[in-house]
């Protein structure tokens, strides 16, 4: 933890006139996650709540002025995602053992792989002329990196998936088919390290 004046904080507070993340939502979340990470018996706070590599790459936390820093806090989640998934990967190799455990991640890469295969301007759903999606243009370029790292063993690394950002465009990609295809990405490539 930090301190700030006379308070405790575990991140840095946003840079004043900017929001952050809210300090409670934050707090209660990791007290849930330690507790999950730990095996600690529940408490009130945290006995209704199971967490997994994929709930926390899902997490969101409420904006709020006086809030912690989004990029520690961001920074911190994704340290913390690498953690589970790998005892998640170690409890499952040692139930499933190495074969069941790397034909469940091929499979998955595969059908990654089968998306990315579509064609150029088609891999995803598009939404409506009036809404906003992903740019395809932007998404089919980043396609083409994932395609290498799959196809040809290319360099790209799990931030590199997680740092992407696509611009906005009326008549885009659905952005959720988008999201999920890139979370598939982060798990298959979590489970071959």
Partial sequence: MRHDGLVKTTFPMAQHGRLGYDVT????????????????????????????SEQIRRTAFTMAKGGYSTSHVDA?????????ASRERERS??????AAWFAGARSAAEEIVA??????????????IVTQGYHPADVDRFVRRLKG???DGEALSIDD?????????????REVQVDVLLDAVVDVMLAVR
Avoid at 93 to 98: F, I, N, P, T, Y
Avoid at 119 to 127: Q, S
């Fill in 25 to 52: 939502e934050v707090e209660s979340f990791l007290e849930k996650a330690r507790a999950a990470y730990s095996g600690a018996a529940p408490t009130r706070a945290t006995r209704s709540t199971s967490i997994d």
């Fill in 93 to 98: 190799l040692a139930g499933e053992g190495d």
């Fill in 76 to 84: 911190a989640l994704e340290r913390l995602e690498d953690a589970f």
């Fill in 115 to 128: 998306r990315l295969d579509r064609p150029t301007g088609h891999r995803f759903d598009r939404v409506g």
């Fill in 149 to 151: 790292y799959f196809g």
């Fill in 161 to 173: 998936v997680r740092a992407v950002v696509f611009r906005a465009k009326r008549g885009g990609y």
